[in-house]
């Protein structure tokens, strides 16, 4: 995976300031989503938040440590079915939710870790694949947790639409300024060298495993969150919904598009992703998923690099142009 | 027995996807979308043509290879030395593209091939055996050898191997990398080619058909070692195996019956876990560098 | 340096596009509009398409007979679509932006039983009617929603009707083994189903669920092949019927019949299995053969329906075709009866809907779940469907047992 | 700041082949010992065993009173015994400010650094190696020689007691090798203690005050500079071997060559 960074062009850490002054004031004006007083602009912006506090939980593992997950989606799945527990049990409170479920996840994350943390590249990847579709097959043969049937929760009211919102929005910025004071502390520092390489990383006195148990734990976290406020939001959660394949891929796609291992990358990746897919939904309606996969070609052909470089990009046009033949072979 | 059988399909399907994850380091989510377009290539030389699916192999492993080698050469290899996520992204898009495309030319309409033989079966040794399913096992093993051969003896196939340890060096013993690469999605899109003609045959056919089988050529390839052929082999017979193995067992937990078959790829992805702890690099994986 | 404003000017701009409200597509006051989400795309693309010829061919007829008439003023219909690219989890966004956007007056059902309970949620909320024709799984009607109703017999039932017909055969079937994809809709059914059948003294000798993701399900047939039933049942989609058909040819498994839920009353069956798909039984919410005299205001007999939709589709109309236009149809009476658009008030009224169609009773119970109306039996003889119970509807004998493989 | 490091019958088996044996000497505080041998002879094995890398197959490791030779090597790194490595490995997409940091932060003193402070420290040992020019550049854009001093500054900011320097010359033309062999002294004249892997002959003779020699994985020879190069067994080890034709390479080549050569794979390890 070091690799995979070295070439980002993004010099430093947090990656480039623009960008994450961008992304912040972006995330500060999605605060004002509900005065609109429209449920389809709170659920669209809604779902934007979550695959953005989802993405940032991957970009931890798999940006910033360099073990790319295909299993995050568990973490999210049993966020939801914490709530969805809590709420059977005639427990209705998004903090109880969302403690129970940070807690779940980060003691799962941990136990998870201290096995599939010591495979290294594809065969990490597909282990964590393999956590994601075996909890998610778990799920639906217990009846207790309702099966493929799933779980009704409480029914969801016009109050309480626009409080599910807030609660989303936090998460997503607790996310994304978690990343950001993560990455910019030692434990981050830490992240990175591991990343870049193991081995240089323990002579300098870093215990590898540690550290990448602790990324690991930290995207989990994010990850429940986001789930556990979107299971009562949504008001009913099976397995084909907590553990799609959109929950899954969605949040790599969009931090790849925004740019990798930077702390405004999986935020604006999310926001343009999930933005144009709605567009393409709703303008094109026969063709929409065509014209997805066609731009997501597109970008990354224009843009191998992610968005954020491009907040970095020096030299104009020129540079741009230069930089696409960068990685042919 | 069916496992086995199973695991036919799933080896052919793994060994183009473990090839170009293998050899490029690209993870190609546009692999399932090439089996079903094998499928198509299948169902309309069947449909217009009459042509017998067996004799239709050769073609839809051709139109596929060239089809492969047109993505690689004109789209992907543009980013083809980037970082593996950037072309795991492009692959992600090509597949919405082509399955898309798929259902604008073919609709939504499950399609299926109807020979004389098809269904047809004997039994050994109380095992019941369809022609087909033994036909595309013995496929499968007849590639994995000649795969191997080629790999190993002819020109190209040691030049595909050099690139894969070094590009740079192979690049300086004059190896002209960008049309291996080309040469290996090609085949990874012939194989999966031929492996959507020999589904056509024991299943239906749509656009959709491809994801279920990415799902599980991923754990296969691993299962076996990224990279080798005769692993992605074994590892598609074992997992093939394990899923009908899982699906014969029933166990109560607190009451409630469980049953195997539900859990078929919750058990198999567990022992490909506990395969991966104790062979990090699976079962015929050489040891990380 | 030019491009980096560029870009952050980019960014904001999408982000504006999103947040701007879009124009909103309320039609002229003389139409109304109905909203849906459907699988256009995805796993079950055929389904959806199926689903909204049935809502098309609704709407032609009624535009083209001067519409609905509410009080002493008619309204053409029209009907916005958006692709729920077959996930449960994008119907939600897509209802929302019907009701919110395009300010739909009513809502038709997606294709499937998930799909339907996301809308269901929503239009409870919004407090908008919705009639689904294509969500059979019963949770949907156990939230206690006021404002979904559904057309369609409960999935539990789906396939008493085949069981029933075979333990009227001679030889009558004793037993029986079932198989099921593991999705909510087909473990209701294969619940129902085993229910029955020890209700009925038939003896259950298999019940075994696979993952609705299945691409190979050798491995449960040759398991179910050991226990060999009088009658194999399988309760999933299309795609399971077509799999496990071919999967029972492969083993050479033979029973004295075989029976699914959603599959043999599609085109798609028979079309691929060809004569493996013969004697095979399919349950159907309804059929051509059906003997109902409809009220006036559409198509009175499902012979007329059939008759027309093949002239305008060039193909079968098969069940889910007929359930989606009930659906509409429901609406269509609802909307007369209540002599008014206001959302409450055609709510009740379908709450009181008590109307004989071409496709059978449309009345629902408290849960607003279409209970009255029997399922049928079809079965595939030599290529062609044709219904064969309950005895009354028959076209046709049954054919019992199924010869062997290959002499069908 | 006065632990002696202690080698008792090392052996590290590859395979079939022992790539050390029975190799015994003890490092005294505070001095410079030059670690020497033909390719192959297993220096870097020995550097590798000492920091933890490697776990020896016979013999023990000795940091004072305590035994190493199972200790992780983020542990011992900790202990005060830091090292270098002969193939360069820069954090790529950190700047050489923040790569240095990183060791300031995790180092033996790293604990009680403030990340802060953990940069000011690396500010220092930039300027000690002079690399402040290039601070906040990439690591990725440095040159050789400049990566070879990232390096040590690397190196140098976890504090240690001992330091470990496997072939930061090599490579380097001869004004960049004094250069280099200033700014060991000048690390040393701080009290840490060095042990010095180099090809380059003139470059050890200059700056050791003890020489150990490795062929073929054993122990042939150990003393003061001048009484090691006199040795019989060494000059056989030596004349004749690959290394002396190496060196001859070495000098007649130009930069982008040696450049080359710097990257080829070491030969041991």
């Known amino acids: ?329 | 027995m069916d496992g086995i059988l199973a695991g036919g399909v799933l080896a052919i399907v793994a060994i183009g996807f473990s090839l170009v994850w293998g050899i490029m380091n690209i993870i190609n989510l546009a692999h399932g979308a090439f089996v079903m377009l094998g499928a198509y290539v299948t169902y309309e030389l069947y449909a217009v043509y009459h042509v017998d699916p067996f004799l239709s192999l050769p073609v839809s492993f051709v139109v596929l290879f060239a089809i492969g080698y047109a993505v690689q050469r004109w789209i992907i290899n543009w980013v083809v030395r980037a970082p593996i996520l950037t072309t795991f992204l492009l692959t992600f898009g090509l597949s919405l593209l082509i399955v898309n495309v798929a259902l604008i030319i073919w609709t939504g309409d499950r399609r299926g091939i109807e020979t004389a033989y098809s269904g047809t079966n004997f039994t050994l040794l109380g095992v019941t055996v369809p022609w087909v399913k033994l036909f595309t096992l013995v496929a499968a093993l007849v590639i994995t050898g000649a795969l191997q051969l080629w790999l190993t003896r002819s020109k190209t196939g040691r030049a595909i191997r050099a690139t894969a340890m070094d590009i740079g060096a192979a690049q300086l013993s004059g190896v002209r990398v960008a049309r291996i690469y080309a040469i290996v999605f090609g085949l990874g899109a012939g194989l999966a080619g031929v492996a959507g003609t020999l589904i056509a045959l024991s299943s239906s056919i749509n656009p959709n058909m491809g994801d279920p089988f990415l799902i599980s050529a991923f754990a296969v390839c691993v299962l076996g070692g990224l990279g080798s052929v005769q692993g992605a082999l074994i590892g598609g017979l074992v997992y093939g195996v394990i899923q009908a193995v899982a699906t014969s067992v029933q166990f109560t937990v607190g009451g409630q019956l469980i049953s195997g078959s539900g859990l078929s790829d919750a058990v198999a992805f567990i022992v490909l876990l506990l395969v991966l702890i104790f062979r990090p690099t699976g079962i015929m994986g050489r040891a990380v560098a | 340096m030019i491009l980096r404003p560029t870009a952050a000017l980019g960014v904001l701009a999408l982000a504006a596009t999103v947040l701007v409200p879009g124009l909103s597509a309320r039609a002229d006051t003389d139409t109304i509009v109905f909203g849906s989400p459907i699988s256009l795309t995805g796993a079950l693309t055929k389904e959806g398409h199926l689903t909204q010829e049935g809502y098309e061919f609704w709407k032609t007829y009624v535009n083209a007979h001067g519409g609905i008439k509410v009080g002493n003023k008619s309204y053409k219909v029209d009907i916005k679509y958006y692709d729920d690219e077959s996930k449960n989890d994008t119907s939600a966004q897509l209802a929302e932006r019907l009701i919110d956007q395009d300010h739909v007056n009513f809502l038709l059902g997606p294709y499937g039983s998930g799909t339907s309970f996301t809308v269901a949620g929503i239009a409870e909320r919004k407090k908008i009617p919705m009639v689904e024709g294509n969500g059979a799984a019963e949770r949907i009607f156990n939230q206690g929603f006021k404002y979904t109703f559904g057309v369609l017999s409960p999935a539990r039932r789906y396939l008493e009707g085949v069981l029933e017909m075979a333990v009227h055969q001679k030889p009558a079937a004793k037993s029986v083994a079932i198989t099921s994809a593991s999705d909510a809709f087909s473990q209701e059914v294969a619940q129902g189903a085993a229910t029955w059948a020890q209700a009925h003294g038939m003896k259950v000798v298999y019940d075994n669920k696979y993952p609705d993701t299945a691409t190979d399900v050798s491995s449960v047939i040759s398991a179910l092949k050991g226990t060999n039933p009088d009658l194999i049942v399988n309760a999933g989609h299309v795609q399971d019927a077509l799999l496990v058909q071919k999967g029972l040819k492969d083993q050479n498994v033979m029973a004295g019949g075989y029976g699914y839920t959603v599959g043999p009353d599609t085109p798609d069956f028979a079309n691929s299995l060809g004569k493996d798909a013969n004697d095979v039984f399919g349950a159907a919410q309804w059929s051509d053969a059906v003997k109902y005299k409809g009220e006036p205001g559409f198509y009175r007999t499902a012979q007329e329906y059939a008759k027309a939709f093949e002239a305008a589709y060039h193909h079968r109309a098969d069940y889910h075709n007929a359930e989606s236009t009930a659906a509409c149809l429901a609406f269509q009476y609802a909307i007369e009866r209540a002599g008014s658009l206001d959302p409450d008030k055609v709510r009740d009224a379908l709450a009181k809907l008590d109307v004989v169609t071409f496709y059978g009773i449309l009345k629902f119970d408290s849960r607003g779940l279409n209970v009255y109306k029997p399922m049928v039996v079809n079965q595939i003889q030599n290529g062609k469907l044709v219904t064969v119970w309950p005895a009354g509807l028959a076209e046709a004998k049954v054919i019992w047992p199924a010869p062997p493989w290959g002499k069908r | 700041m006065s632990t002696p490091l202690r080698i008792a019958g090392v052996g590290m088996r590859f395979g079939g082949l022992w790539a050390l044996n029975e190799v015994s000497f003890t490092v005294e505080p505070g001095t410079i010992v030059g670690l020497i041998g033909p390719n192959g002879s297993g220096k870097t094995t020995l550097m590798n065993v000492i920091s933890g890398v490697f776990k020896p197959t016979k013999g023990d490791v000795f940091y004072g009173e305590r035994r190493i030779a199972d200790v992780p090597t983020h542990a011992i790194c900790r202990l005060g015994i830091a090292r270098t490595f002969q193939i360069v490995k820069p954090f790529a997409a950190l700047t050489v400010r923040e790569n240095v940091a990183v060791g300031a932060m995790y180092g033996r003193d790293g604990a009680k650094r403030s990340t802060r402070a953990s940069f000011a420290r690396a500010d220092e040992l930039l300027e000690t190696v002079g690399l402040a020019r290039v601070a906040g550049r990439p690591a990725s854009e440095l040159t050789i020689p400049d990566r070879k001093r990232l390096e040590v500054a690397k190196a140098l900011a976890l504090d240690p007691e001992l330091l470990l320097l496997d072939e930061v010359m090599a490579g380097l033309n001869a004004t960049e090798v004094d250069e280099a062999l200033d700014l060991l002294r000048r690390v040393h004249a701080r009290g840490v203690t060095l042990i010095v892997v180099e090809h380059l002959m003139k470059a050890i003779v200059s700056i050791s005050q003890r020489v150990v020699v490795l062929a073929e994985g054993k122990k042939i020879a150990e003393g003061s500079p001048s009484e090691v190069l006199s040795a019989p067994n060494v000059i056989e080890a030596y004349l004749g071997s690959r290394w002396a034709k190496r060196q001859a390479e070495l000098r007649a080549i130009d930069d982008e060559r040696r450049v080359a050569l710097e990257v080829e794979p070491p030969e041991d390890a």
């Not at chain 1, 480039?16 to 961008?22: C, D, E, G, I, L």
């Not at chain 1, 949504?234 to 397995?239: A, E, Q, R, S, V």
Request: with cysteine; net charge positive; glycine share 12%.
């Open chain 1, 1 to 329: 995976m070091n690799a995979a960074l070295r070439s980002l062009g993004l010099s430093g850490i947090t990656g480039n300031p623009v960008a994450f002054a961008v992304a912040l004031a972006l995330m500060a004006l999605l605060l004002f989503v509900p005065a609109a007083h429209n449920d389809y602009f709170n659920l669209v912006f809604r779902n934007i938040l979550m695959y953005a506090a989802m993405a940032y939980g991957w970009n931890l593992i798999g940006g910033y440590t360099g073990y790319v997950s295909f299993g995050n989606v568990a973490f999210f799945g049993i966020g939801c079915y914490c709530s969805g527990v809590l709420s059977t049990h005639g427990v209705d409170s998004l903090l109880a939710d969302v403690a129970l479920a940070v807690a779940v996840n980060a003691l799962f994350a941990n136990l998870l870790g201290r096995v599939v943390l010591r495979l290294r590249g594809p065969y990490f990847g597909i282990a964590t694949l393999g956590i994601g579709v075996a909890v998610a097959e778990i799920i639906a043969n217990l009846d207790a947790l309702g099966g493929t049937s799933g779980l009704a929760l409480h029914q969801v009211d016009e109050a309480h639409f626009g409080v599910y919102y807030y609660a989303m929005w936090l998460v997503a910025l607790a996310s994304m300024l978690g990343t950001f004071f993560i990455t910019r502390s030692k434990v981050g520092y830490a992240f990175v060298a591991v990343r870049e390489n193991e081995d240089a990383a323990a002579a300098l006195g870093i215990p590898a495993t540690k550290y990448k148990i602790r990324a690991w734990m930290l995207g989990a976290m994010m990850g429940a969150a986001a789930g556990a406020v979107f299971a009562p939001a949504n008001g009913f959660i099976d397995p084909s919904i907590t553990f799609s394949p959109d929950s899954n891929v969605f949040p790599i796609v969009m931090t790849i598009l925004g740019g990798i291992g930077t702390v405004a990358g999986p935020f604006i990746g999310a926001l343009i992703l999930a933005g144009v897919n709605e567009l393409l939904q709703r303008y094109i309606v026969n063709a929409h998923t065509l014209f997805f996969g066609t731009m997501i070609v597109l970008v990354v052909l224009l843009l191998p690099r992610g968005l954020v470089w491009l907040f970095g990009l020096r030299g104009g046009v020129r540079a741009w142009l230069r930089s696409l033949t960068a990685y042919r072979a």
